[in-house]
């Protein structure tokens, strides 16, 4: 769903000795540029949550080496609330 291309499935379909493309050189083209574009922006949106969780994120990585394995609930609570942290890094040493 994009306002250029519009509500369209744009299927490639492939069997063993066809290759056939339901659409133009020109539409294939406005896909990749669109991919592109949701790529950068997601590039985007991902590299500013990192840069802005990068502390709390690298605190994180810590308890990661000394747990090996957190579940999700732990990493949101974690992210969440930062000051827990410490916590789980000293129930690791116990």
């Known amino acids: 769903m994009d306002t250029e291309l519009g509500m369209?499935?744009?299927e490639e379909h492939q069997n063993d000795r066809t290759f056939f493309k339901p659409y133009s050189e020109i539409t294939a083209q406005k896909?990749?540029?669109k991919i592109k574009e949701y790529l950068e922006q997601a590039y985007k949106v991902a590299k500013k949550t990192i840069e802005k969780y990068k502390t709390?994120?690298?605190k994180?990585?810590?308890v990661l080496i000394e747990k090996e394995f957190i579940s999700g609930d732990e990493f949101?609570?974690?992210i969440?609330?930062?000051k827990i942290i410490k916590e789980?890094?000293?129930k690791e040493k116990l």
């Open 31 to 33: 896909i990749d540029q």
């Open 56 to 58: 709390t994120l690298t």
């Open 8 to 10: 369209v499935v744009y």
């Open 80 to 82: 969440d609330n930062p």
């Open 60 to 62: 994180v990585a810590k």
């Open 88 to 90: 789980y890094l000293e």
């Open 76 to 78: 949101v609570e974690m």
